[in-house]
């Protein structure tokens, strides 16, 4: 090697044939049931206007948008001072387009931008890589695919059990049975806050608990006494944290402690409504838990949020989601209110690989390799090759006459179940040779024996 | 609106629900195909190293490239005197990556970075958009998809053959049956320059004739002069712009001129035997015309070229490949010689819409609506929507009670070809209203007859 190898940048993967065989098996039983319950297909730009994405993640979020520098001389209009004064005030005048961070925000641009052509309620899913500048970690990319299906343009909560629904039934078909849909309402951790004295701090309140998982309860409580919630307020507090019980007795015990919250009555009203809800759809069985320490790190929800979990293996939450009512406010359009899921497809595949869930989607794969042995055998094995193709079976031939061992190396390696051992010896002509590459056997069969073992 | 509405980055597009079933119906065509020939999914990041990327597509490509911006303080290790130089000399220090391309330097980078584990010839396929920071027009955007299958690590002239039959059985299979694949082989445009005493010319020569098409022959002819071609040297060049008959007369004809031409007989002998492997797989019917003035743009190609040209519809080129012997060169791997084919799925999809080729491609859509009119009959409705989905029927519910016609137009503006009036009246307890959208027909149908119509 004469140069320096080539290497990809910090945090980017390439994906080979069996990861995309993986990969594309959970998008397709995704996908196939989000059409299933109406959504229909949405794609957006890789990047937008910086004006689109900037503020809309927080400072953090800012600080972790990929940047594109402006085509051509991008100094040709900069002022000096602007140089001078540091990069943050550069940025502006180089870079107008930033790579897209998440698919909820180009969707909300794109329902303002459209919204005299779209008929709501739009029930829209979205599958596309994002990008974001994070410190790479193990399971931790700068670019990986969202997943997700929103309906926006309605307050029914029909939605809400309809999503809930879907996403049983993802986990279900992917067939990942033991997870933990935990479900919660952000109005009630409003009432909460109010009933610990610590009204107006419900953000405080959720940022802080939804590390729960990650830091534990002692320092929940410590971050919380660090933004100002008292001894009292904390003291009150752990009540939620010790709630037991079904469903019914959790509901049923809170409402009672937030009896007096107005807040709190919306969301235990709702929370009524959508239990009823998912019941009539026939989803009474999917593992659906109350929980009211469940916060969602995202500002915008307003109403029931949920998180899924795969229970035993400690890789955080598989996919979340909620209701909000503003996500257009930000581009001018208020009053569109709308319920969206996200799936993380990264750690659904780490959890499937764990649970060694991958074994039946090589279903893509090629089927048979045909032989290559000399020119006679080539062009008769070409033939054949163009016979299988016609009957949809999925083959290659090796393309030169090498050695056989080198050939069904090959075919070994590729992983293809069959190789067709193609001479064209007389005794042979209405007869193929197929070699069974898992078992080893060699039987001798007709064409259509063939197409049949193969279909 | 209290804001600035916001807007799209130029050269970009959102693609609607309709826009990407029609896409999807071109990919997942194409795709089927591709693994049906034995080829593997690919994928790699959408951005690269610009140490990767940079050199590759000469200095217009190089201008073309979107830049990444380092993320944090892109200005720290920054030189006053290189900010001072220009944008030139400051690029490199703030910014090391960039969006791909094209999908070919991308491959032929894993295909170093991998050359240990892959098992060759690789067989792959990628579909994937690439951006280009090109003036947008119509028609040229700067975000597209490409749609590329290779074969790399071998040299058999089979893998054209199976190439150009794939092409045809891909344009056929879309409906696209008035094409031209257009075939010619760079080694005879070099005997080519050497006959028309242009010996080492034949670059100049590919770039001036690719442009036959767009500029007309005269204007190559001017270009070839404004290069140093002699009059006499294009007196004798205009023979191959005249050259007539079939495949085989007109190889035969060339082959007379070229007798002497090493380069220009062994262009002969493959093409020959690449005309005799396509007869062997059945393929001989596929639209094949050996046209010696098809140069292709790229430089390098280095054996057999093709392009795919819809007839009767001016919109240029809709796919186009070749054989490579250098693709890895450039990463300090020699010898790996490949063939290569890639899509224009833009352009075939506005093929497709102007053939009005689209009609079924809607199958992925919902396929009936269920009304919503009061709180009993929604009850109901939500039962049978579960029931229908169970069938694995695309279907939804109205979310909330709003009056039927306001429903019956959401379901119309949808293209929702069915809706399900549920009404919870003991005389229709067993039977369903159905109302074809189409023809605006009411009848009545028991659940299994329901699921009969709509699968």
Chains 1, 2 share one sequence.
Request: glycine residues 6%.
């Amino acid at each position: 090697m004469s140069k320096q190898p080539p290497t990809l940048p910090k945090g980017t993967r390439d994906f080979s044939p069996t990861q995309l065989y993986r990969r594309n098996h959970i998008f397709d039983t995704i996908k196939h049931i989000f059409q299933k319950y109406g959504f229909l297909p949405l794609e957006t730009p890789a990047f937008e206007n910086l004006s689109v994405l900037a503020g809309k993640y927080g400072d953090e979020g800012d600080q972790l948008l990929f940047k594109i520098l402006n085509t051509g001389d991008f100094l040709a209009k900069v002022e000096k001072e602007d140089i001078a004064q540091g990069y943050k005030t550069l940025l502006p005048s180089i870079a107008e387009k930033g790579l897209r961070y998440d698919l909820t925000v180009p969707f909300a641009r794109y329902v303002v931008m459209n919204r005299n052509d779209i008929t709501f309620p739009f029930r829209r899913y979205q599958i596309q890589p994002v990008w974001r500048a994070d410190r790479p970690q193990k399971g931790r990319y700068r670019e990986f695919y969202q997943c997700d299906a929103d309906i926006i343009g309605t307050k029914s909560l029909v939605c809400e059990a309809e999503i809930l629904a879907m996403v049983n039934e993802v986990f279900q078909q992917l067939g990942i049975h033991d997870f933990t849909i935990v479900i919660n309402h952000r109005k009630l951790l409003t009432g909460i806050a109010s009933s610990i004295r610590a009204a107006g701090k419900e953000h405080e309140l959720c940022i802080a608990i939804d590390k729960l998982d990650k830091i534990g309860r002692d320092k929940v409580f410590k971050e919380l006494a660090s933004r100002g919630f008292t001894s009292t307020s904390l003291h009150k507090l752990e009540f939620i944290f010790n709630i037991q019980g079904t469903n019914e007795e959790k509901l049923s015990l809170l409402r009672k402690h937030l009896a007096s919250s107005e807040e709190g009555s919306i969301a235990f009203n709702e929370l009524d409504k959508l239990f009823q809800y998912i019941k009539t759809l026939g989803a009474e069985d999917a593992p659906i838990t109350f929980d009211p320490t469940l916060a969602r790190g995202l500002s915008y929800y307003t109403g029931a949020i949920f998180e899924v979990k795969v229970n035993n293996i400690a890789i955080g939450s598989v996919g979340g989601g909620g209701r909000y009512d503003n996500l257009t406010t930000i581009f001018g359009l208020p009053d569109v209110s709308g319920v969206g899921f996200s799936f993380g497809v990264d750690r659904i595949y780490e959890v499937m690989a764990q649970l060694n869930l991958f074994a039946q989607s090589h279903k893509s794969a090629v089927q048979i390799m045909l032989t290559n042995i000399d020119t006679e055998s080539e062009k008769l094995a070409l033939k054949v090759l163009a016979q299988l193709r016609s009957k949809e079976i999925k083959a290659e031939i090796y393309p030169s006459p090498v050695k056989l061992k080198k050939q069904l190396s090959y075919a070994n390696k590729k992983n293809i179940p069959f190789v067709l051992i193609v001479s064209p010896r007389k005794e042979l002509i209405d007869k193929f040779t197929l070699k069974n590459m898992h078992t080893g056997a060699q039987n001798q069969y007709t064409f259509s024996e063939l197409v049949q073992i193969l279909s």
